[in-house]
C-alpha cells in the first residue's frame, strides 16, 4: 500500500471523494470513513457475505476464494506465505503471471525486499523436500545456503 496506493492518492484533489471497500459488517474500520471517504457498501447495507454472493452470482468471485475464507485478491501483497503456496499449487498460471508482473515491477512484493521469485524458490525447494513447507525457523539465507537444507 505504502509504494503503490498512497502516492497516487497523494494526486488527488483533496477535496475529491475517495470510495473505499468496507462492508457494512465491518465496524472496526468505520473511523476510516469520512466527507471525502465513504464506502457505497455501508451505504447500502452490504456485508461481506452479501459481496461474495453477488461476486459469486456475476462470475466475478477471485478463484482464491475456492481455497481460502477470505483471501482478497488473489495477487495481493498482504497475503501470507500459506496463501501464497496455495496460489502457486491451484492456480499455476496465476502463479506464471504473478512471476511475469515480478519481474516487471520497479518495487518488491513485499515490504521486507521479498519477490515474487523469492517465495517461488522456496516453494520450489519445499516441492523437492530440501527445506520444510511452514517452518517455523524458516530463514531466508536458507535459500542460498546449501548448509542449512533439511531433508524430512
Known amino acids: 500500500m505504502q509504494q503503490l496506493?498512497?502516492?497516487?492518492?497523494?494526486?488527488?484533489?483533496?477535496?475529491?471523494?475517495?470510495?473505499?471497500?468496507?462492508?457494512?459488517?465491518?465496524?472496526?474500520?468505520?473511523?476510516?470513513?469520512?466527507?471525502?471517504?465513504?464506502?457505497?457498501?455501508?451505504?447500502?447495507?452490504?456485508?461481506?457475505?452479501?459481496?461474495?454472493?453477488?461476486?459469486?452470482?456475476?462470475?466475478?468471485?477471485?478463484?482464491?476464494?475456492?481455497?481460502?475464507?477470505?483471501?482478497?485478491?488473489?495477487?495481493?501483497?498482504?497475503?501470507?506465505?500459506?496463501?501464497?503456496?496455495?496460489l502457486r499449487k491451484n492456480y499455476p498460471e496465476l502463479w506464471e503471471l504473478m512471476l511475469k508482473w515480478d519481474k516487471d515491477s520497479p518495487v518488491t512484493f513485499k515490504a521486507d525486499g521479498h519477490t515474487v521469485h523469492d517465495f517461488d524458490q522456496r516453494f520450489h525447494l519445499e516441492d523437492e523436500g530440501l527445506i520444510y513447507p511452514d517452518d517455523k525457523v524458516f530463514r531466508w539465507s536458507m535459500l542460498d545456503d546449501e548448509l542449512n537444507y533439511r531433508l524430512f
Open 5 to 86: 496506493k498512497l502516492p497516487a492518492l497523494r494526486k488527488i484533489n483533496r477535496d475529491a471523494i475517495q470510495y473505499i471497500g468496507i462492508a457494512a459488517d465491518e465496524p472496526n474500520r468505520f473511523h476510516n470513513l469520512s466527507d471525502t471517504k465513504k464506502s457505497p457498501l455501508v451505504e447500502a447495507g452490504w456485508t461481506e457475505a452479501d459481496c461474495r454472493q453477488w461476486c459469486e452470482e456475476n462470475g466475478l468471485l477471485s478463484p482464491i476464494y475456492t481455497t481460502a475464507t477470505r483471501g482478497g485478491c488473489w495477487f495481493c501483497h498482504n497475503q501470507g506465505v500459506g496463501q501464497l503456496r496455495l
